[in-house]
């Protein structure tokens, strides 16, 4: 079993709907978890760094760590075109990422 | 202006040839990383280094040697060893371990 699963998707939603972006991991004991938004052809952009369970919000965003079924969401609002791009969520713990989560937002 | 950076961004090399990929910080970070990006697969973790002067081979160490002797500098090579050195190299660093990395823009590198 992989330490991290993420739907790679291709996901493609209307410009306005809220998405949301999951990932599964296998190991109980990770505290540290992150979620990234990727460009093509760029390096990773650090949307949101969350520690233990819980949710966390910045702006659209939000985080949210379910550490008892060992699943991290990513929740955006009112999505943009602009939010196209590929998300990948990761384990601070080891260092481990998901393959990502290739999201269009049609206008 | 505080960042990470990567040099060069496209690299093309033969077959057979050894190559270096640049990292450079000055966020004052600690620990840094190299991750290799495949098409359709997440970031897999070759090197990292949580102290200069030390560091410790990833998933896919095999091909690949880094040095840390300065705390802001943490160079990749990519030696002929390596089966399949094509591939998006991404170097990142954090303050410490376990906190939120940061990357660089990637540099490309293609060896034929």
């Known amino acids: 079993q992989k330490e991290v699963e993420q739907d790679p998707g291709p996901l493609s939603v209307p410009e306005g709907a809220i998405v949301s972006l999951n990932c599964t991991y296998s190991?109980?004991?990770?505290?540290?978890f992150m979620w990234y938004r990727q460009y093509s052809r760029k390096g990773p952009e650090l949307l949101m760094y969350?520690?233990?369970?819980g949710n966390k919000e910045d702006g659209r965003f939000t985080a949210q760590v379910d550490k008892s079924s060992k699943y991290i969401s990513l929740f955006i609002r009112d999505s943009q075109p602009s939010d196209s791009a590929t998300y990948l969520c990761?384990?601070?713990?080891?260092?481990?990422f998901g393959a990502g989560t290739r999201l269009t937002v049609k206008p | 202006d505080g960042g990470i950076t990567q040099s060069p961004k496209y690299l093309f090399r033969k077959e057979g040839q050894n190559v270096t990929l640049s990292c450079e910080q000055n966020l004052n970070h600690d620990a840094m990383y190299w991750y290799r990006q495949d098409p359709g697969q997440g970031l897999r973790l070759i090197y990292y280094s949580q102290i200069v002067n030390d560091f410790q081979k990833g998933d896919i160490a095999e091909g690949y040697s880094v040095s840390r002797e300065k705390k802001e500098s943490f160079p990749l090579t990519v030696t002929s060893a390596q089966k399949n050195p094509t591939a998006f190299y991404l170097c990142?660093?954090?303050?410490?371990?376990?906190?939120?990395?940061?990357f660089g823009p990637g540099t490309r590198l293609t060896v034929t």
């Open positions: 990761a384990i601070g713990d080891d260092m481990r």
């Open positions: 190991n109980s004991a990770f505290q540290y």
């Open positions: 969350t520690y233990s369970s």
């Open positions: 990142a660093s954090s303050m410490q371990a376990n906190y939120e990395q940061y």
